[in-house]
């Protein structure tokens, strides 16, 4: 009997005019590694959470769950809302004190998941002050010392930055691994941990479309049209070799891509790109950041310490750096809401800024009156017009993205100043955040936009600034910065390196095959 096993389940929200899930199956063994994929508002977080009795929302439920007298733990997508205590040590004891468990074996808990986890140097910070990566770690470790058999997480990595995801999905695998703990999460695109799981499932408007072995489930999908909702490596060879099972590592498609080029005796080792606008001026300034120091206490070193970044009118600047280098409080800078210690930051009209949880923006009881004074063109274009009726947070993390930017336009911003905008969101809503925001720069306006999604920024930027230490370390046309990089770029370059020189996105990468003779 599988160690996981859901037969035929149905879940209703109360009031809700529809299903959240409708007739959904699938088995896990004990031990394995699965991810779950899907559009926003799918119901990946809400089957999820149907998995650990402790959280499970209240409403209609239909069908059958076996976990075979299982320990579950839960790692919520939001790891600080879930974080309850001051201090790293106190917030790893809390649940054990609740259990009554004897404050030396508390310790001796604590201290081996610390050591496993290689976290034992944050016992003595404030929670407050960790970065993303971080709180994320110590959100795994918090559940790990109450030894769980199954371990759930909901998006585990969002809005890590690349080398924090890697991080903490390095650690997730040796949970797996060494444990023996069985592992269901869900993502939008796993591109990091679907070479390491066993499993894949995809849910599509509340039902199990497929669910099985990874690179079998994988070709399933692409050929079911789901394709952009799966890592670079399999969407590259599902058009290239569509008949072929296709590969979910980078690795295996570098191994791939190298002997379909030698096939057709052509290496590409020249890839041109066209800027996507003029290099920057004096006339078209937006925002100037010059040698600026800003601390959150006095204290402690500075955030930001002689930061200096221009972004211009008509462009779309992106901003990446590691969890805690101060991207997010530059955006506050830029913005208004704090000021700088020393140097000068200059705005050169109105900016509007949109924060990494987009809910802050919303205090009515419907999005209908959040958005009442917004472009009825522009809630029409992005669908939002069937969520009007809906609490703000009875959406899904996508739409409230979306939701957010119409919030936003409203008010005519000369400046967007975004941060990490594509959080929770398929590849549907971003293709839609790229449209939105090209065409803003072809208006004119300025977009400064943080993140840690590499790919979209390689699409939609056309300048990128690398943030280390609390400065600009570089600044360049965004192709030529992520054909620079080994970890902070993208999946595309990492497959291509050598083989096809210059390529950063999926499209550079196809149209180089192309040119060596592939359909």
């Known amino acids: 009997m599988a160690y996981i096993n859901v037969e035929n389940l149905t879940f209703a929200y109360p009031d809700a005019p529809q299903c959240a899930l409708q007739g959904v199956s699938f088995s896990m063994e004990r031990g394995e590694m699965g991810v779950i994929l ?3 508002a799918s119901g990946k977080s809400t089957l999820l959470q149907l998995l650990c009795p402790a959280i499970a929302p209240k409403g209609k439920i239909g069908g059958k769950i076996s976990l075979s007298g299982a320990r579950v733990a839960f790692v919520h997508q939001d790891a600080e809302a879930s974080l309850v205590c001051d201090k790293v040590f106190a917030e790893l004891a809390f649940a054990l004190e609740n259990q009554g468990m004897a404050r030396e074996q508390i310790s001796l808990k604590i201290a081996e998941t610390a050591c496993f986890l290689n976290i034992e140097d944050l016992f003595a910070c404030d929670v407050a002050a960790l970065s993303g990566g971080q709180k994320r770690m110590v959100a795994l470790a918090g559940a790990l010392v109450a030894e769980p058999d199954v371990l759930i997480l909901d998006e585990p990595v969002s809005s890590l930055d690349p080398l924090a995801a890697e991080h903490f999905l390095s650690a997730l ?11 269901l999460m869900s ?7 679907l070479p390491q799981c066993d499993v894949l499932g995809f849910l599509e408007a509340g039902e199990m479309a497929a669910f099985g072995p990874c690179t079998e489930t994988a070709r399933a999908l692409c050929g079911a049209g789901f394709a952009d909702y799966l890592p670079v490596p399999v969407r590259l060879f599902s058009r290239l070799q569509p008949d072929v099972l296709p590969s979910v590592s980078v690795r295996g498609a570098r191994v791939r891509l190298a002997a379909y080029l030698k ?9 041109s790109y066209t800027p996507l606008t003029p290099p920057e001026s004096k006339k078209n300034t937006a925002l100037q950041f010059q040698d600026v120091y800003f601390s959150y206490d006095r204290r402690r070193q500075p955030v930001l310490h002689g930061l200096d970044l221009k972004a211009s009118f008509g462009s779309v600047h992106g901003v990446v750096g590691c969890n805690g280098s101060g991207k997010s409080t530059l955006l506050k800078l830029a913005s208004g809401v704090l000021r700088p210690l020393h140097g000068r930051c200059k705005v050169h009209g109105r900016a509007v800024m949109m924060p990494q949880e987009p809910l ?7 999005l209908g009156e959040d958005l009442a004074g917004a472009d009825a063109a522009l809630v029409h274009r992005f669908g939002l017009q069937k969520l009007l009726g809906r609490h703000p ?3 899904s993390g996508g739409e409230a993205h979306m939701a957010a930017f119409v919030r936003i336009l409203s008010g005519q911003p000369d400046i967007l100043l975004l941060d990490e905008p594509t959080a929770g969101c398929d590849a549907e809503i971003k293709a839609r955040q790229k449209e939105l925001l090209r065409g803003l720069a072809a208006a004119g306006k300025c977009v400064l936009v943080v993140s840690h999604d590499m790919e979209f920024l390689s699409e939609v930027c056309d300048r990128v600034s690398l943030l280390f230490g609390g400065e600009t370390v570089e600044t360049m046309p965004a192709h030529r910065f992520f054909a620079s990089l080994s970890f902070y770029t993208t999946d595309a370059h990492r497959i291509g390196r050598g083989l096809v020189d210059g390529a950063v996105t999926l499209q550079d990468l196809l149209q180089a095959a192309g040119e060596c003779g592939a359909p």
């Open 360 to 366: 802050d923006l919303f205090c009515g009881d419907t």
């Open 38 to 40: 899907g559009r926003s």
């Open 393 to 395: 947070y009875d959406v």
């Open 263 to 271: 096939e057709r005796s052509a290496v590409h080792n020249d890839f």
């Open 173 to 183: 695998v040796k949970v797996n691994r060494e444990l023996g703990i069985t592992v």
């Open 187 to 193: 993502e939008h695109i796993a591109g990091g941990i």
